[in-house]
Structure formats: structure tokens, C-alpha cells
């Protein structure tokens, strides 16, 4: 079909159109009325509307919003992306079954982590101290995994971080050669027994298990409670108060064959329950006084230990914080509602800005600490502040994360869920947020306000 001037196209358009029963010539009167902008604003819109749409391709996730990246070495990146692939494909599938049965994936986590690894560069080959970067890099590896699931950061820290440190700190010689190899290869699991049933916030002045030596043996009574990788430990660093001199001293318990520890796994959790806490009883426990930990002699040597792991659990509200972003970010940008994606939606894009604010303010804190840490110029209220910070923030991210799922928010499979109840845990363990105030606050001030 043409028209008289030739133009198809013009006579097939004015077809349909008489056919659809648009009045012509009303039309026609309509866009003589119109000056040009409106003319053309109308034709703007009917050539967008018979444009095909391209299909919407939402951007990649990234938490890292400022380039950390940028600020650390090669070796570390590598390091960070090996660990990410293995989180990502190794341990995500089989977290959350994990999670459900209160278990710990040691058959994924121990082999996975002795080929990865990980423990050299925070310790070197000699094992006398931390490497140069060892700090940063041992943040960088908490906050990869935690990015995942905070349980495994927890196995992770509890083992590398107390249990190791209690030991580089305060152990002989003869001690650091008999397990710090075995650790580092993940051949021999720790644990570190501070905290009590009836003793928390106060255990630098309650340590109520009590230490008693006998000849070339000591007897250590009492119980520990919430003690991560317990009930699988090869050895426990345990506290106690020795009946002598009132002071505390670390004792290195042989956990598999020795009768007089025994171990019962604390059910009920809502958080951190891929991670096996248990409830230690020491009866009469034997330890010989070559296994007590020779250079800790007071609870200012425990103090150092916890300050220097501190750090740790602040890293881990980073990687949790972080995943929960991330997770975020690729839901709103492919779940649709009302025929778009909700990340479309103005509410929607505040949470996840106000998400990415909080990541990225406590990666750049927590670099910093862990740079000072390598210095030697990290202090108590440093570690305590970014405690303190850290895990209030990651509360925020995981509050939004959930909020921003909706009803789904709340199932395992999205993950955003465990990433929700994982964080009270942070909050509350390595010195509950309130008490790591109160260091800081002393810091600023001058004054203790501990009671």
C-alpha cells in the first residue's frame, strides 16, 4: 500500500490508526494547538515507546566503594581473592545446613584453610613473632571470611587469633616449638578459656578457677563457658587464679587426654551457631608445670592478648557488614516488584547508600588499626573504639539488609538472616560494647567509670 506521495510507512500508521478508532482529525486539531516544545516533547515520547527497551543489566557488587584495594599489596589481594573463591564455593553452600544443626564445618574448613595457607603471612616461617604486615593482612583474611559467615571468622580467629597469641605472648620457647608449627598447618586446633559462667564483664578482678600447685603438677578447678572449637580442641589455654599469689596464670590443657576436662556444647544459640561453644568443667585437672604458659603472670599479660585480638572482631563487623551490603545490592537490583527492580525504588537506594556508608567508613578504620597494630603503636582504647564502632555500625547494615529483603529477609537461603542474628555476637563478645566504651571513655577523660 502507498500514499499518493510515496510513503508507505505514513499510509500503513494512518491505517492502524482509523483502524483502532482514533478521530483523525481531532488528533490533528489537537497538535495544531501545541507549540513546538510540546510538539515535540509528544514525539520524544512516541519514539521512546517504539524503541525495543535494552534489557536492564544491573552493575556488579562491590562493597569496596573507596578501592582499599588500592591501599595494600599484591600478595595481600592474592591472598584475599584465593580465600574468596574458597569461601564462595566451598564453605557458602554448606553454611547454613551447618548453621541449622549447631556444627562446625571442620572436614571443609580445616583442609581448606592448611592449603590456603593462611597463617604464614601473619606469622612468617620462624614463628617468633608477627610479620611486618601480619596484622593488616590477618584483617584483610577476618574480613574475607566474615564476608561469608561470621561463624567460620570466629573458628578462625578463635584458633589463630587467642589461642596462637596466648602462646606467642606467653609461652616459652620449648611451648612456642611444640605447637605453633602444628597450628599454623591447622594440624592442632586451640582454644582459649577465659570467661566464666558466672564471671563476664568482670573477669579481670573474678577469675573464680583456681589454680594449685602440687609438686611438678598443678590442679585446676572451676568452669569456662562460651569457649569457641571447645569440643574439638587439641589444646585449651586456660585461666586461672592461682591460690599462692592471687594471680592469674595460663595453663596449656591438653583437652583429648586428660580426664579431668570435660566439655558440654551450649545449645540454644541464636547466633554464631556454626561455631561449637562450649561449657568446660575442670575437675582436679591435671597440668604439668612444663604446660603452664611460663611469661604469663598476671591478668595484664591476658589484657595484651585480648587488645591485640580485638582488632579481629572488628574486622569481622567489616566482612559482615560488607556481605550483608552485598547481598543487598544484588537482590534490589534483580528482585522486581511493580514491573521494575526494587533498587528503582527511591527508599530502596537510601538503605543501600546509607549501607555502603557505614562499610566503607569501617574498612578505612579498621586498615588504620591494624597499621598501627603493626607499628607497636596500637593502644587499648584504640582497639576498644573501633570495637565499640565497628559493631554498632554493622548492627545498622544488617538491620537495613533484613528490612531491605522484606519477608524474605528473614529465610537462611538469602543469608541476610544469619548475617542478623551473628551480629548480636560480635556485639557482645571480645568485652561487650559498653565495657569497651567505658575503656575509651577513660582514655578521653581521665576518669574510670567501671563502677
Not at 113 to 137: A, W
Not at 171 to 192: C, H, T, V, Y
Not at 258 to 283: D, F, H, M, W
Not at 340 to 350: E, G, H, R
Amino acid at each position: 500500500m502507498s500514499d499518493t506521495n510515496g510513503t508507505p510507512a505514513l499510509s500503513d500508521a494512518v491505517q492502524q490508526l482509523q483502524e483502532r478508532g482514533v478521530d483523525l482529525d481531532r488528533l490533528a486539531e489537537a497538535y495544531a494547538g501545541m507549540d513546538e516544545a510540546a510538539v515535540a516533547k509528544s514525539y520524544g515520547a512516541l519514539a521512546r515507546a517504539g524503541r525495543p527497551s535494552r534489557p536492564y543489566e544491573p552493575p556488579p557488587s562491590d562493597g569496596d566503594f573507596f578501592d582499599i584495594d588500592g591501599l595494600i599489596t599484591e600478595e595481600q589481594r592474592q591472598k584475599m581473592a584465593e580465600l574468596r573463591r574458597f569461601m564462595e564455593t566451598e564453605v557458602e553452600p554448606v553454611i547454613n545446613d551447618h548453621w541449622l544443626r549447631d556444627s562446625t564445618p571442620r572436614e571443609v574448613l580445616i583442609p581448606g584453610f592448611r592449603k590456603l595457607d593462611l597463617l604464614t603471612p601473619i606469622y612468617g616461617e620462624d614463628l617468633t613473632s608477627r610479620e611486618p604486615n601480619g596484622s593488616v593482612m590477618e584483617g584483610l583474611l577476618t574480613m574475607e571470611i566474615a564476608r561469608v559467615d561470621v561463624s567460620t571468622a570466629t573458628f578462625f580467629g578463635v584458633h589463630s587469633g587467642l589461642a596462637m597469641q596466648s602462646l606467642l605472648v606467653c609461652g616459652s620457647e620449648e611451648q612456642k616449638a611444640e605447637w605453633l608449627p602444628a597450628m599454623r598447618n591447622w594440624d592442632k586446633i586451640g582454644a582459649f578459656g577465659l570467661t566464666e559462667p558466672n564471671v563476664g564483664s568482670a573477669i579481670s578482678r573474678g577469675v573464680q578457677t583456681t589454680a594449685r600447685r602440687e609438686g611438678d603438677e598443678w590442679g585446676l578447678n572451676g568452669q569456662k563457658k562460651w569457649i569457641g572449637n571447645a569440643t574439638f580442641a587439641d589444646l585449651v589455654v586456660i585461666w586461672a587464679r592461682d591460690e599462692a599469689d592471687d594471680q592469674v596464670k595460663g595453663f596449656i590443657v591438653r583437652a583429648q587426654e586428660n580426664p579431668g576436662y570435660s566439655v558440654e556444647k551450649i545449645r540454644g544459640k541464636v547466633a554464631l551457631r556454626a561455631v561449637e561453644n562450649g561449657l568446660i568443667t575442670l575437675t582436679d585437672c591435671r597440668v604439668p608445670e612444663s604446660d603452664r604458659l611460663q611469661n604469663a603472670n598476671s591478668f595484664r599479660d591476658v589484657a595484651e592478648v585480648l587488645k591485640l585480638t580485638r582488632a579481629g572482631v572488628a574486622w569481622q563487623a567489616v566482612g559482615c557488614a560488607m556481605g550483608a551490603y552485598e547481598r543487598s545490592q544484588r537482590y534490589a537490583t534483580t528482585r522486581g516488584q511493580f514491573g521494575k527492580p526494587i533498587a528503582s525504588y527511591q527508599l530502596i537506594q537510601d538503605k543501600l547508600v546509607h549501607m555502603l556508608g557505614n562499610v566503607t567508613a569501617l574498612q578505612t578504620m579498621c586498615l588504620r588499626l591494624s597499621q598501627l597494630q603493626d607499628e607497636g603503636r596500637m593502644t587499648d582504647a584504640q582497639a576498644s573504639l573501633a570495637k565499640v564502632y565497628t559493631a554498632a555500625r554493622c548492627r545498622d547494615v544488617v538491620t537495613l539488609a533484613r528490612d531491605l529483603h522484606g519477608g524474605n529477609g528473614i529465610l537462611l537461603e538469602n543469608h541476610v538472616a544469619r548475617y542478623f542474628c551473628d551480629t548480636e555476637a560480635i556485639y557482645s563478645y571480645e568485652g561487650t560494647n559498653e565495657i569497651n566504651s567505658l575503656i575509651v571513655g577513660r582514655e578521653v577523660t581521665g576518669l574510670g567509670a567501671f563502677v
